[in-house]
């Protein structure tokens, strides 16, 4: 069975960081890319990034570009998302996602608020 | 970026009703369109997959078709469990976007 399981949000104040990580199994984890979503409260799904099952390659949303950092560590099948430089707007429950695209997978999200 | 329209925002409709929502790209995808219901506090469930191709385990009222830069998702007969929020996206270019979604109401 596949399970996605998020987990390091928090509050955070604007200018910190937090680390995303989300724990992976029942699926070959190097075979799948893997990717993050957030949806902002009361908010649409918005891409924010996407790592290969290699990890060779990194795509991101133009507004975090520079802020985050998507990794993934295959021993621990595992793919994290580092978050420095927090704003309010990145206020919001963050998913991850098996697959590049139409995802069949999701885990349960973890909300990160960035307040004083 | 390619942006991604739905229409409507919201939806009213009774059970056993057919509805269609419709998803517009601002450039060609060709059929690399998925659909996503999600219900409150809960995380998007995968529908349709290449813009019409059912997902495993998702009932057959469910149905996407479509290419290009027009898309549809059509519920044949609603039923009580579908009353959700509806998202399409885009995974043809980085950053694959999503349509600002469509909220299926009760009438």
């Known amino acids: 069975e596949v399970q996605l399981l998020e987990s390091g949000g928090g509050l955070v104040q604007p200018g910190g960081s937090l680390r995303l990580s989300c724990a992976a199994s029942?699926?070959?984890?190097?075979?799948?890319?893997m990717t993050w979503v957030r949806q902002a409260p009361g908010k649409g799904l918005e891409w924010v990034s996407v790592?290969?099952?290699?990890?060779?390659?990194?795509e991101y949303i133009e507004s975090v570009k520079g802020r985050f950092i998507i990794s993934s560590d295959s021993s621990k099948n595992t793919v994290y998302l580092q978050m420095n430089s927090l704003r309010a707007e990145d206020t919001a429950v963050y998913y991850c996602a098996k697959g590049d695209g139409g995802h069949d997978y999701w885990g349960q999200g973890t909300l990160v608020i960035v307040s004083p | 970026d390619i942006q991604m329209t739905q229409s409507p925002s919201t939806l009213s409709a009774s059970v056993r009703d057919r509805v269609t929502i419709t998803c517009r790209a601002s450039?060609?995808?060709?059929?690399?369109l998925a659909w996503y219901q999600q219900k409150p506090g809960k995380a998007p469930k995968l529908l349709i997959y290449q813009a019409s191709s059912l997902q495993s385990g998702v009932p057959s009222r469910f149905s996407g078709s479509g290419s290009e830069t027009e898309f549809t998702l059509t519920i044949s007969s609603l039923q009580p469990d579908d009353f959700a929020s509806y998202y399409c996206?885009?995974?043809?270019?980085?950053?694959?976007?999503f349509g600002q979604g469509t909220k299926l109401e009760i009438k």
């Open positions: 029942g699926f070959t984890f190097t075979s799948y890319a």
């Open positions: 450039q060609s995808i060709n059929d690399w």
């Open positions: 790592i290969s099952g290699s990890g060779g390659v990194r």
């Open positions: 996206q885009q995974y043809l270019t980085y950053p694959y976007t």
